[in-house]
């Protein structure tokens, strides 16, 4: 593997992850574009999985903070039926988002057979997401309202935020931070939370992920060689990372100051781009 490719796949992964983009349907048209496939696909998924979930810690790190603490504090908040922090607040509320996503997770996995899941990640079935969901977005955008905040974001809220990431899981032009923001914008939330809120609720998710594709890996039932060094893996989750982080930076600032409809105009485009790739077949 090449610098090049290496630095492609990690900025690619790095910022489609926490765009509302699908950062699957371009990493998977990068390593089919550079020829890696089967546990070498595994491999690089794993690793930039892991980047782009490091630097999501690395940002909301003060956010982070307070829901630890505030996991501990939890129960005894409960108890005295006082006003919620912040921090017990977000706690409460990604733990109340977990169940019914892992369970959601588990039974696509469990009942979606492979001929499908092949299906969805051909070029037609990473296309149709990325124009279907792009939309989706734009109508949240425009008619949601924008006046809740995460601070008063009741449980079952994040457990339907959380839940809608099992769509994005089969279908991989969906993007799951694209469809957990647009769940939030449609509940009603400021686009800045709503990016946040999207953000924080897919770490378990996309670190489940990464540890799953790593047990396929070493156990599952793709063979081949593996071509992809162990230097080049960590120089991938090191860019990843590393991209990942401007990538928030950048998104936080333009939710503060605009509308989410240029990443709805690119998801449309590239749809279409995608569509027009696909050959036509011919009529005898």
Do not use: C
């Amino acid at each position: 593997m090449s610098i090049l490719q290496i630095l492609i796949i990690s900025i690619v992964q790095g910022i489609t992850e926490w765009l509302p983009v699908s950062s699957s349907a371009h990493v998977l048209l990068a390593a089919s574009y550079f020829g890696y496939e089967g546990r070498d696909e595994l491999l690089i998924n794993a690793v930039a999985n892991f980047g782009t979930v490091a630097s999501m810690l690395i940002y909301f790190r003060k956010e982070i903070g307070e829901a630890i603490v505030g996991v501990f504090a939890l129960p005894g908040a409960l108890g005295a039926k006082r006003e919620l922090s912040p921090g017990e607040r977000l706690a409460m509320n990604l733990l109340a988002s977990l169940p019914l996503t892992i369970l959601g997770l588990a039974i696509a996995r469990l009942y979606i057979p492979d001929s499908v899941n092949e299906a969805v990640r051909s070029v037609q079935g990473v296309a149709i997401p990325l124009i279907g969901f792009g939309i989706l977005l734009g109508l949240a955008d425009i008619y949601g309202a924008k006046t809740r905040t995460i601070n008063d974001m009741p449980p079952w809220h994040a457990v339907l935020i959380g839940a809608v990431q099992v769509i994005a899981a089969v279908l991989p032009g969906t993007s799951r931070s694209g469809i957990t923001m647009t769940t939030a914008r449609a509940l009603g939330y400021s686009r800045p939370d709503a990016a946040k809120f999207g953000m924080l609720v897919g770490a378990p998710v996309l670190t489940a992920v990464g540890l799953y594709m790593i047990a396929e890996f070493y156990f599952g039932s793709e063979v081949g060689t593996v071509t992809v060094t162990a230097g080049e893996a960590i120089a991938i989750g090191v860019g990843s990372a590393l991209s990942g982080l401007v990538a928030i930076y950048i998104l936080m600032a333009l939710v503060r100051r605009m509308s989410f409809l240029p990443f709805v105009a690119y998801r449309i485009l590239l749809g279409i781009a995608l569509l027009t790739m696909m050959p036509i077949p011919m009529v005898a």
